[in-house]
């Protein structure tokens, strides 16, 4: 990723009942911090990026700023 505006990444799957409870606090965030881009990954239509992240819980969260990716537990 070339961007300089930080990112969260947000890896989940639709059967996770945590992950449909995270949605709302997902979508309120992204009111909240417009600076900030927010990406949702279903991991079961992008099993490469769910690979690439070693994504195994969910939901999972990664943070990407300033040029580094970082897991957020």
Not at 46 to 71: D, R
Request: hydrophobic share 30%; net charge positive; aromatic share 18%.
């Amino acid at each position: 990723m070339k961007t300089r505006s930080p990112k969260l990444i947000w890896f989940y799957v639709r059967w996770c009942a945590h992950c449909r409870t995270f949605i709302h606090t997902f979508e309120k965030l992204k009111t909240q911090y417009p600076e900030v881009e927010f990406v949702a990954c279903d991991c079961e239509k992008n099993t490469s990026l769910q690979h690439e992240f070693g994504v195994h819980k969910y939901p999972t969260l990664y943070i990407y700023k300033n040029g580094k990716f970082k897991k957020l537990d």
